[in-house]
């Protein structure tokens, strides 16, 4: 299995917090699964640092530094996953997913054949097969 966590996977994967599943664990560290972070969740970090220090302890340079020692691998941004974003439909009544860090992720998963692993549901109205909710 190829994985792509969400950031708020990856920060608790990281911490070993105690907010991931133990679905969410076993996946994760099954010696078959290649784990992705994508470099949006590296900006994302790097924006609430610099917004919030108080509140996002770490910097874009410490995630990627720690995503790197934990064996994970970088997902860079290419144009195939801005024409996937395009192309993600919401189920009809859904609230509109304002976060444009997750969204992009989910295109990531979508293209790449990785499956996006996540505990917000509000990606899981988006219907698309590439989203693992734990």
């Known amino acids: 299995m190829r994985l792509l966590l969400d950031t708020h996977v990856v920060l608790w994967a990281l911490t070993n917090s105690g ?14 699964t290649t ?4 470099v949006v969740a590296m900006w ?9 220090p108080d509140r996002m302890l770490i910097d874009g340079r410490g ?8 064996g994970f691998r970088s997902l860079p941004l290419a144009a195939r996953h801005v024409r996937a974003l395009e192309t993600l439909s919401q189920v009809d009544g859904s609230p509109h997913h304002a976060d444009p860090f997750d969204r992009i992720m989910l295109a990531q998963a979508k293209a790449d054949d990785l499956v996006l692993l996540t505990h917000d549901t509000r990606l899981d109205t988006y219907g698309e097969h590439c989203v693992l909710m734990v």
Do not use: W
């Open 19 to 32: 907010r991931l599943s133990d679905a969410a664990r076993r996946l994760i560290s099954d010696g078959k």
């Open 35 to 38: 784990i992705f972070y994508s």
């Open 44 to 52: 994302e970090v790097a924006i609430k640092h610099e917004r919030h």
């Open 63 to 70: 995630f990627e530094s720690l995503c790197e020692e934990a």
